[in-house]
DNA sequence: AATGAATGAGGATTCATTCAT
DNA sequence: GATGAATGAATCCTCATTCAT
């Protein structure tokens, strides 16, 4: 009869479900962060601090480390999906989106290609998945005239070629040596520059 | 508090002094294939197990991570330097033997343009030796007219591009990757072997 | 890479989060009866087995071994500012308690002035706040006639003299030292014995 | 026929027997500097390097650790009992070069009545030997009338306050508290210097 | 008699993952 | 639904001690 608990009393503030993808979403942005600058590798535990939730959480949304990084991975294709569905979206515009989130973090380049060593992060099967995605939406916009038009690989091996040249340890150098890469190439992107949405 | 070796059961022999440079290549050796089949994040004491030394001699003759890799990469480069030297070497032919260190290991790659995230292994320092030497090495056999003559940063930006393509569960896949970049460079090179001693 | 504990078979249980005070305190009871027989350097696996927890819970608790040993400390600190401020206390009382603290164990003198060799626990920093308290506690009863109330410094120094006399296998042994030492500094000091709460 | 070995060609110097000796007076410098700087735990690896030589030999001349620290001490207590031996010499004189070497190192306290916890460096045996030897080498020189010449144990008590009260980074520091604690006791000692020899 | 390499146990520390509350 | 404590395996690294040369 004393103390009747105020809402929010003694309890970790549970909004409803509305919550639950709020917290989704916020693990992703904290995710993106940590792996841009801890690498992929980070603790879980720094991204589930990040995002301002309890280890718990992260476990609810995702059942392991390889569906964070996916999760991270499928925003960016998304995203590139969206600009490859604007109405007059060209291949140009579509590789300067592209490469803006290859400058962005070395995370979505080892994603990318993450075939590689067995001991890697494990997001094959994803992996190739998105990256058929990514294929898919910039092969739509080749025209045939097209550096990369012609034989079948060839566009996925200069995207990839370019994540390789994509180092540096500001945005800057990175944005500098994506565009020599695809210069390399004799391919015209766009500029670098993320989805305003 | 101490150690104590709880030891009167068998102690595996002490090969004395000269048994030092042969642990030392072994220990390369087993890096370079833990390394090839586990990624750069192997735990040191599976690269001793394999070499078949205890852990100690492994930090004797490594003081840390970092210095494994680049023992590793050293012997790739020297590799490299030693073609550029051969006589009759020409640029086609030095960057073959490149290309195949590259094909050979996801670890060569890493190492080779390993600035990347915060949290890598942290070969930073003498990998950019190495980068260098790798560039030298090169650029000494580079005729005028060549694609990546001109401008300052273009040969290893190529280089970086190609290590970028290289990926695939097998060397064959690999290799082929690997030739399809250097054909969209418009760069050729020699046979992907390696130097035969 | 990574841990996956092979844990099918039986995990002790998690009492939720009361128990972290418990387990704090577990942890501190330990660590002072491992302190008192095996020394400061005995290992913090040691500690945490005798409290029955993991050794990760230490860890959370205590980021490293100074902050154990600190923690230790800080209780005996506070019990001794407990008597200070006691009613009818008199320094005779509160250097009886000081004292029995003193024969309790090697530990409480080792951190009360722990500055010295630089291959020590490292405890200086936390350890010369906790010295200061106790030197308060201290000369807020010091009266006028009292043998150590002259000079800036010999209240400490006197301390640590008795600490250092403090030597011997059991307790009575150093029970009996740290009287004597006393006596030879010609300070009376009231029934050795703990704070009974 | 070819290459007649030329005394020193291929051997780590065998000077013969009288090597023996100088190594072993080498190691024991080698000791006091590493305890000094890095407390009695240091490796041992670090005394043999320090002394330059290897750690076969610091095994040959001494069967562990504690007798390391042994061999040490025994030095300092031999030019206590030196100083003891002098014609001229009083109780003053003995105390002051007693506690020059209080002052010296806090590894020659820990030794002096390291009876303590158990984890010790294991010197016991030896160390009460040892500080028998200090015993009588003081009680020689005690007259009648000073303070610390009355019942049995006092004196060593008091020597052991001194050492407690031996703290500080710099030996100015410690030789400062060393004459704040005998004068709190009443006892005048020499000059606080080394046995110039 | 010396050297210094090798062994391998022991201790420190980190993190994925579970689970009581 | 969320929290965050606990677990404990895995990895890192150090060092006492032995021993072939």
Redesign the interface.
């Given at each position: 009869m004393t103390h009747q608990p105020t809402q929010d009393e003694r309890r970790p503030a549970n909004d409803g479900r509305k919550a639950a993808a709020r917290n989704r979403a916020a693990l992703i942005a904290a995710a993106r962060e940590i792996?841009?600058?801890?690498?992929?590798?980070?603790p879980l535990s720094a991204i589930a601090r990040r995002a301002g939730v309890g280890q718990g959480v992260l476990y609810r949304h995702f059942p392991d480390?390889a569906a964070v990084a996916t999760a991270v991975l499928e925003e960016n294709v998304r995203q590139i999906e969206q600009v490859a569905a604007e109405p007059g979206a060209g291949i140009v515009r579509v590789l300067g989106v592209l490469t803006w989130h290859q400058t962005q973090?070395?995370?979505f380049?080892s994603l990318l290609?993450a075939?590689?060593?067995?001991?890697?992060t494990g997001v094959p099967a994803y992996a190739s998945a998105l990256s058929e995605r990514v294929e898919r939406a910039l092969r739509a916009h080749l025209p045939a005239g097209h550096?990369?038009a012609g034989e079948r690989?060839?566009l996925m091996?200069?995207v990839?070629?370019?994540?390789?040249?994509v180092?540096?340890?500001t945005r800057e150098h990175r944005e500098r040596?994506a565009l020599?890469?695809w210069r390399?190439?004799g391919v015209e992107v766009g500029p670098v520059l993320p989805l305003e949405d």
């Open positions: 792996y841009a600058d801890s690498g992929l590798n980070a480390r973090s070395a995370a380049i290609h075939e590689g060593a067995g001991g890697g550096p990369l690989d060839d091996v200069a990839a070629m370019v994540s390789g040249a180092t540096g340890p040596r020599a890469a390399l190439l």
